[in-house]
């Protein structure tokens, strides 16, 4: 071996020993350690998107990122469910539920192997299993959000975007959502034309809003669970149409994605159904809607002589703000309960024409501060752009054997401006007011701020006791037209006001 060889192998051999000595006696003070550095990630959220059909188990890859001029210690990395998460992390090598003191150098980058196990076909675990990867440094944490279906269900997931501009052209909002036919029979849709038809052998499990597009119509057939995440909304688009015909046995329910006890009543969990201006024929038959923030809105029709939405036997429940909230539209109803909202449960505004049959409004919401707003609110104008008034005219609003009731003192709220119309009529109601009187023609035959003795509506048991002034107390002709309650009981002659009728609690369905 030459001189020159034998120097260079030196050289070699040198450079390597104190390369090593140099990156292995790194002290604390050589470490990035300000509270203000931010790692880098190559997603903020990890979705395994992959819909099982058996137990599966399937890996993705993160980069971390370190884009400082010195090397950053994490001093812990883990799973924030811990080892009761159905993820589980390999951080080079590493497979500790905890993993300590993790290097990366200066402007360099790491990667980090996540896997996630569920068994698909086990109804107990969550439709969508969430969890983060927890990074500690610096006296601070950083997340990378992790999610992954549960159950074996129909996922409608977000996949376009919609803008909306000012007269600038400047981006002032928009919309994440997907239609309601994307991907046919892959998402549980059948698809004959303008026709779609929603199976119900799997739950449906939006992400982000879905959209019925105009000039299709969405049936959603009995015993069709509908589970919404934080923030969706179903939006049915001007001469859409959206028919919800469930049974009494077996309710279409629309409901937010948890299922755990805490969540069963939790008000808040999704957006709304919007119905909005010029979506026709809409029908709500043995639908259960529960849980979101506002549970209906209701937009001007084209024409009032059409009503926008069919609400009947069915029941609207804890939502933050309104049960229904109505903006102009034209709305009939019957067999239905509205009840428990941070809100007005029924918000008739912006005019429009309306019919109630059978009906129960009451308001025990107990949540947060105590709730102010009335359980029913008529009003006949808004306030446009400029805050100027817009008189708009509620042409109809017939109450018939309803009940309005809550725990306000006055849960009767008539918001009128002179120079449009407000036509109210209450036939054999009970009502919780003291700005109505018991006379012809807009008010007859009702019962004024008498208990009406419900069964137990601090857990939305609207039935009726045995005393209740309700009992007898219909307008019998109304029975023709409907002559079975909310959940298929015989009415009585003359028969309970209400959506509930009596019967005693043996032969009760």
């Not at 992959?50 to 994490?74: A, W």
Request: aromatic letters at 12%.
């Amino acid at each position: 071996m030459n001189n020159s060889l034998r120097y260079l192998i030196y050289l070699i051999s040198f450079f390597a020993i104190t390369s090593f000595g140099f990156s292995s006696c790194v002290t604390e003070e050589d470490y990035a350690d300000s509270s203000n550095i931010n790692l880098k990630f190559s997603n903020d959220t990890i979705r395994f998107d992959t819909v099982f059909t058996t137990l599966g188990s399937v890996t993705k890859q993160i980069r971390v990122y370190n884009n400082e001029n010195k090397p950053l210690k994490i001093d812990r990395i883990r799973l924030g469910a811990g080892a009761n998460s159905f993820y589980r992390l390999n951080v080079d090598g590493n497979t500790s539920l905890v993993v300590n003191d993790v290097i990366i150098n200066a402007k360099d980058s790491m990667f980090i192997f996540v896997r996630v196990t569920i068994n698909p076909n086990n109804q107990s675990n969550p439709l969508l299993v969430s969890d983060s990867i927890i990074f500690s440094f610096n006296g601070k944490e950083q997340y990378i959000q992790l999610e992954a279906y549960g159950q074996d269900a129909y996922y409608h997931v977000a996949d376009k975007w919609a803008y909306t501009y000012d007269d600038a052209g400047n981006k002032i909002d928009s919309i994440n959502y997907s239609l309601a036919e994307d991907k046919g029979e892959l998402s549980g849709c059948i698809v004959n034309g303008n026709s779609l038809e929603w199976k119900n052998d799997k739950p449906h499990v939006i992400f982000g809003s879905l959209i019925v597009n105009s000039n299709k119509t969405l049936t959603i057939n009995e015993n069709t669970k509908i589970h919404l995440n934080p923030q969706s909304i179903l939006f049915v688009l001007p001469n859409a149409t959206l028919r919800a015909n469930g049974s009494t046995q077996n309710n279409v329910v629309f409901q937010g994605m948890r299922k755990d006890d805490y969540y069963s009543e939790l008000p808040g969990q999704w957006g709304q159904i919007w119905f909005q201006a010029g979506s026709k024929n809409n029908l709500l038959n043995n639908v259960t809607i529960k849980n979101g923030t506002i549970g209906l809105i209701v937009d001007s029709c084209v024409t009032n002589d059409i009503p926008t939405v069919d609400i009947q036997n069915t029941i609207i429940e804890n939502m933050s703000i309104y049960g229904i909230l109505s903006r102009g539209g034209n709305i009939n109803a019957a067999n239905t309960l509205v009840q428990n909202t941070g809100k007005e449960t029924v918000a008739l505004t912006i005019g429009g024409k309306y019919q109630f049959v059978f009906c129960t409004f009451a308001n025990y919401w107990s949540y947060n501060s105590r709730r102010s707003n009335s359980t029913l609110l008529l009003q006949n104008y808004y306030y446009d752009a400029d805050n100027n008034i817009q008189l708009r005219p509620i042409t109809e609003c017939n109450f018939y054997n309803t009940i309005i009731y809550g725990t306000n003192e006055d849960e009767i709220t008539i918001d009128k401006k002179d120079g449009a119309e407000l036509n109210y009529m209450f036939e054999s109601c009970i009502l919780l007011t003291n700005s109505l009187k018991n006379e012809p023609p807009l008010v007859s035959n009702c019962i004024f701020n008498r208990d009406p003795l419900f069964n137990n509506p601090q857990d939305g048991d609207f039935r009726i006791k045995a005393t209740s002034s309700a009992i007898g107390s219909g307008y019998s002709s109304w029975n023709a037209v409907y002559p079975n309650d909310i959940i298929g009981n015989f009415r009585q002659y003359p028969p309970t006001i209400g959506a509930y009728e009596y019967y005693p609690i043996a032969t009760r369905k």
